[in-house]
């Protein structure tokens, strides 16, 4: 893959970057039960969030607290669930794996501007991959939610002359949708997805794939 026509790699945080997914879903189904949700509601929040992966945890809790719990919806409420996730995907993501291959690529690609955007909490995503010390790699940003990704792509459009060419490099169907919408290349990484239905999505739509980073430098 020639990775050197591009001004802008981008990179989704979990699944990517991170071996997380699937703990991530776990900090999800810890902060439910810890709000005092039953073991059947929280199963319904890990459901809903494994399909809407790199959706941000606003909308998710949302409609956690208003389709699942059916209870108003309440900013103290909201607020209490975000720092129950946060505490939980600090602990659960300490020991999370790095993506093979990713200090190669960062050397394979010095020139380019690197840039994470994550459907995760924009501090907690930076203060995760600082304590990993991966964070100088980023020179462009690391960004997260509240912001959608949708958002963070047209802020650089209008705000970075320089952003384009860009390739993203994603493992969730939210990903393939928001580089169709701004006609970004785009890369899907399987290794970790915990989309289920990927093979279907890329060969549906003719995307690029590879297993894991490291195989961009093959």
């Known amino acids: ?16 970057l991170l071996n997380s997914n699937f703990k991530k879903s776990e900090a999800y189904r ?12 929280a199963d319904q929040l890990v459901q809903y969030h494994i ?19 059916n209870d108003e919806f309440l900013e103290s409420n909201f607020s209490s669930l975000v720092t129950l ?11 999370c794996e ?4 990713l200090f190669e690529l960062r050397e394979y690609t010095k020139n380019q501007n690197w840039m994470v955007m994550s459907g995760g909490d924009q501090n907690e995503v930076r203060q995760v991959l600082r304590e990993k010390k991966i964070d100088h790699f980023f020179n462009w940003g690391i960004y997260g939610s509240p912001t959608s990704k949708i958002d963070i792509v047209e802020n650089q459009l209008n705000n970075n002359l ?12 939210y990903d393939i949708e928001v580089a169709k919408k701004f006609n970004l290349d785009f890369v899907f990484v399987y290794e970790w997805t915990d989309f289920k239905l990927w093979k279907d999505e890329i060969d549906k739509g003719k995307i690029q794939f590879v297993k894991k980073i490291s195989d961009l430098m093959v």
């Open 162 to 173: 320089n952003f384009r060419p860009v390739i993203f490099f994603g493992d969730s169907k």
């Open 30 to 41: 810890k902060a439910a039960l810890d709000f005092g949700a039953s073991p059947h509601q």
């Open 85 to 95: 996730l946060n505490k939980h995907v600090l602990q659960i993501l300490k020991d």
């Open 1 to 16: 893959m020639n990775l050197s026509k591009y001004s802008t790699l981008i990179f989704d945080c979990d699944g990517v």
């Open 98 to 101: 790095i993506a093979e291959g």
């Open 51 to 69: 399909e809407n992966t790199g959706i941000s945890r606003y909308v998710k809790f949302e409609y956690f607290i208003k389709e699942i719990l």
